[in-house]
């Protein structure tokens, strides 16, 4: 029987990641989907085929059609909507970042594990072929032990309201950085950074528009993350060892290509080709969700409550260190206040 999706939101990711998944109709289906706007749910149900359109996303969580929710929503709408599906008993997919902060996190953890379902945040990053071949190389060791990563992300965005306000909890680390810091944190294996520091810039609305994050982990190594609302940046990433590097090509988040090198030249390549999908995507190589749903798919037909590639705990690590590179340039929630 075909996993039954609850689409929490009628955005542009949903629609991405709903053509994902209608790819792989034997496993997957979308049986409902909910927006504020009734019209809205109705066009995004007829799009995509998809027999029921609420509106109201309590209305997701009561129906006994859904086994899991699908949260699409603005991010500083993650936590009540993700937290009221788990209390009804839901399978959750959470896109990131999964919070605003790491008491949130923590939040939702606890209650997916009191009400014992699937509960992950949407790191699709992690399910790409090329972040498989990373944790391959690494594991291997054949970078040598793995000192320094740098990556970069930043797209101009000053004209987009969501991510320059506080009220919709804007600013490039959520927005952009966490891509970032998620890709560090894979490589030094999900633990907690032993410190955690920000410099940049705020924004007259109080988010902040341009930072640099630097990380610290044991045994000397670190890492440098820069994230920015204000200009374009090249969009690539480095995992350094003490013998050769990986350069994660654009774009490092969703990548098709990787390059190792040594000291003095490239000495291999590794491409991975999208799956072919039809349909008009949004996001670029956005066809590279298909493996995030294939994956879950898979955990929870095995009764997994967690996913081992983006557990609930290095969510919460993730969390945190966004919380201190928020705090460190001097952007606070008001409610934090």
Known sequence: MALRWGFVSAGKVCSDFGACLQSLPEEHKIVAVAARDLDRAKEFAKLHDIPQAYQGYDKIAEDPNVDIAYIGVVHNYHYEHALLMLQHGKHVLCEKPLCLTEAQAKGLVAEAKKQNVFFMEGVWSRFFPAYQK?????????????????????????????????????????????????????????????????????????????????????????????????????????????????????????????????????????????????????????????????????????????????????????????DKARHDLGYYYDDEK
Request: proline share 4%.
């Open 134 to 322: 990373i944790r391959e190389i690494i594991g291997t060791g054949q970078l040598g032990e793995v000192k320094l990563v740098i990556a970069n992300f930043g797209d101009y965005a000053l004209d987009v309201e969501r991510v320059c306000t506080k009220a919709t909890a804007g600013g490039a680390i959520l927005d952009k950085g966490i891509y970032a810091i998620q890709l560090a944190s894979m490589v030094f294996g999900g633990q907690k950074p032993t410190s955690v520091s920000s410099n940049g810039y705020l924004l007259d609305t109080g988010v902040d528009g341009m930072s640099s994050t630097v990380l610290k982990y044991p045994n000397n190594a670190m890492a440098v993350l820069n994230s920015s609302i204000m200009c374009d940046f090249p969009n690539e990433a480095f995992i350094m060892g003490e013998k050769k590097k990986i350069k994660v090509c654009f774009p490092f988040w969703c990548p098709t290509r990787i390059e190792i090198s040594d000291a003095e030249k490239i000495i291999e390549v590794h491409e991975f080709p999208l799956p072919e999908i039809k349909g008009d995507f949004i996001y670029t190589n956005a066809t590279g969700m298909q493996s995030e749903v294939a994956a879950v798919g898979k955990y929870i037909k095995e009764g997994a409550k967690e996913s081992p590639l983006m557990s609930q705990n290095e969510s919460i690590v993730l969390a945190g260190i966004m």
